[in-house]
């Protein structure tokens, strides 16, 4: 077979090659294809050469260009830290009361500690922070712990039953009747004396003799955390009882549920797992809910 043959069919030149009749056509690869391959042969002998490429054992090249990603994030990191340490300094170095009376503090408060509140403290206390069942509203001015700056800034550095650290709040309202302090009889007089102190109508009009004989089982079981006037005692984060706000439950199946299986509720210790500025950010703002009402 002749080279330089046409086949017929495609048009294409053939090879001169013939095997059993078939005769191969000559279609080499198109220079573009060759261009481009050439192209990114040179491009990445170029990169090995210029950037970070080859790893050798424990290193590796470092190329011409010594980029490090690890550097310039730190530098990253180094400059937002200096951006932010504008008002992170002042927050750190002032008292919550001059951050609470300062607007362009304020405004950064405000929104780093949503977002902190919303990450941290939500999933317990509620994104609005009015709380639930076992978990206090943080936004009223009824507090179990205190509501000074400091009161705050401890609960939330150390925790309520949770932390080993000696600051942490210890609390226990004890199961009266399920370790059989007090019998059944005695649960049920003295949560009904408990619901008629903030709720005169109903339980002094149910059962008089009920209210009179808790009263005198409060005095005796009670008042040792609770106080004379029920009110409540801050150190060891009994609530007021006279009032209208719950931890767990006003009505009477809740009280006498409270009474007689005890409660120890739980909060995290946050010293080691945010940093101060963050827990500064978070005092003031929960401060600030309160004063909002
Ligand atoms: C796992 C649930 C949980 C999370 C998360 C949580 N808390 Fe609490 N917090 C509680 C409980 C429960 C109490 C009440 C403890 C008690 O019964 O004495 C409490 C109490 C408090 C108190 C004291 C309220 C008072 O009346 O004295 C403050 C302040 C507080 N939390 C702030 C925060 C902040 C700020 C965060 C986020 C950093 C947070 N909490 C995250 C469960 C939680
Ligand atoms: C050792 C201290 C202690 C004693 C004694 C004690 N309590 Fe408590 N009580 C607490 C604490 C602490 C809480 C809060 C529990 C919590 O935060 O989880 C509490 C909570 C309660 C609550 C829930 C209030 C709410 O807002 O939901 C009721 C009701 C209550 N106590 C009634 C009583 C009665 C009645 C007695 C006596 C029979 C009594 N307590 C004795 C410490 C005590």
Redesign the pocket.
């Known amino acids: 077979m002749a080279i330089g043959e046409r086949d017929p069919h495609s048009g294409h030149l053939t090879t001169g090659h013939e095997w059993n009749g078939i005769k191969e056509l000559n279609t080499p690869v198109p220079r573009a294809v060759w261009f481009f391959l050439i192209l990114t042969v040179l491009f990445s002998i170029g990169w090995w050469i210029l950037m970070p490429a080859w790893p050798l054992g424990k290193t590796y090249t470092k190329g011409l260009l010594e980029r490090d990603e690890r550097q310039l994030v730190n530098e990253r990191l180094e400059r937002e830290r200096m951006k932010r340490s504008d008002w992170t300094s002042p927050i750190l170095a002032r008292s919550a009361q001059a951050i609470l009376a300062d607007p362009v503090l304020m405004n950064a408060v405000r929104e780093d500690g949503a977002r902190l509140f919303g990450d941290n403290c939500a999933a317990c206390h509620g994104m609005s922070a009015r709380g639930g069942m ?1 978990f206090p509203d943080l936004t009223d001015n009824d507090w ?1 712990w205190g509501g000074s700056a400091d009161d705050i800034a401890r609960t939330i550095d150390f925790g309520v039953n949770s932390s080993k650290s000696p600051y942490s709040h210890r ?4 199961a ?1 009747g399920r370790d059989g302090i ?1 019998d059944n009889d005695a649960v049920i007089a ?2 009904t004396y ?1 619901r008629s102190l903030s709720d005169a109508t109903s339980a002094r009009g149910d059962s008089p003799q009920a209210v009179a004989t808790g009263r005198t ?2 005095a005796e ?2 008042t ?3 106080g004379a006037d029920a009110k409540g005692n801050r150190e ?4 007021d ?1 006279t009032d209208t ?6 009505d009477l199946q809740t ?1 006498y549920t ?2 007689n299986e005890g ?3 739980e909060m995290p210790a946050w010293e080691m797992r945010l940093n101060p500025v963050e827990r500064k950010i978070l005092t003031v703002y929960v401060l600030n809910l309160g004063r909002h009402r």
């Not at 706000?245 to 006003?250: D, R």
């Open positions: 076992g179990l609390s226990q309202m004890l009266f007090l003295v949560a408990v089982i409060f079981n009670c040792s955390c609770h060891l984060g009994a609530p009882l706000t719950w931890l767990y439950g006003g009280v409270t009474i409660r120890q509720g």
